[in-house]
């Protein structure tokens, strides 16, 4: 080590002496990059909901389920069973997407009624994920508003796929199950809400109108406990 650092010095010591300058061997990596944040964002892609009809010739009723595909008016509604040609509209329920992220549903007309495939009046959402970051599911569910109408007749199911025709990865009968499931980009999420009258008395004359309100929120999944531990 002495030989070399005696060296060194004595090569400057020459260099200054005689007046000589000398520039720096340099070499430069430039390095750019572009800057792009994550997404998440749930997307409603479909509502279904229920006709119900009497038949004026029969004295049938006639069950029919329609399922409403998003954004309007590019799929026409797809119904389960022809609507009668001399019928009347008992009860029916109805959809709108009333903003980029929120649904409004409405029971109309109900009665006591525990047909059709649900056994019930149900109405659906199916919702797509569309995020680059995975998320967990935060439901929030009000059934404050509800009027004569108890609890105790509405029920939920719900499940969630890998994709549009993919794998079922989860199911359950309780929103409360539905809270925390981490989901991925292409998820799909489908809801139901069905709502049974029973034919009892303490369901009679219940004519006032109720309302039910849920959020679903997708939050990166590891700032969930964060905000829901």
């Not at 060194?8 to 200054?16: D, E, K, M």
């Amino acid at each position: 080590m002495k030989k070399i650092s005696i060296l060194i010095i004595a090569l400057v010591v020459a260099l200054g002496s005689l007046g000589i300058g000398y520039a720096a061997w340099l070499d430069t990596i430039t390095i750019t990059g572009d800057v792009q944040t994550g997404s998440l964002d749930l997307v409603v892609v479909r509502t279904s909901g229920d006709n119900v009809y009497k038949d004026l010739d029969t004295d049938a009723l006639v069950y029919q389920h329609w399922i409403d595909y998003l954004p309007p008016d590019e799929t026409p509604t797809d119904y389960s069973v022809a609507t009668p040609t001399n019928a009347l509209l008992v009860a029916w329920t109805t959809s709108e997407l009333v903003g980029d992220d929120e649904v409004e549903m409405s029971w109309n007309n109900l009665f006591p009624f525990d047909g059709g495939p649900w056994g019930g009046f149900v109405g659906d959402i199916r919702v797509y994920y569309q995020g680059t970051i995975p998320a967990k599911i935060h439901v929030d569910l009000d059934e404050t508003n509800l009027g004569c109408v108890n609890p105790a007749w509405i029920s939920y199911t719900w499940f969630v796929y890998e994709s549009e025709g993919g794998a079922l990865l989860y199911s359950g009968s309780s929103l409360a199950g539905l809270e925390g499931i981490q989901i991925h980009d292409d998820y799909v999420i489908s809801l139901g809400i069905i709502i049974t009258i029973p034919q009892e008395d303490s369901a009679m004359n219940c004519t006032a109108e109720g309302a039910i309100s849920f959020t679903l929120t997708a939050i990166q999944w590891n700032e969930f406990d964060t905000y829901y531990p």
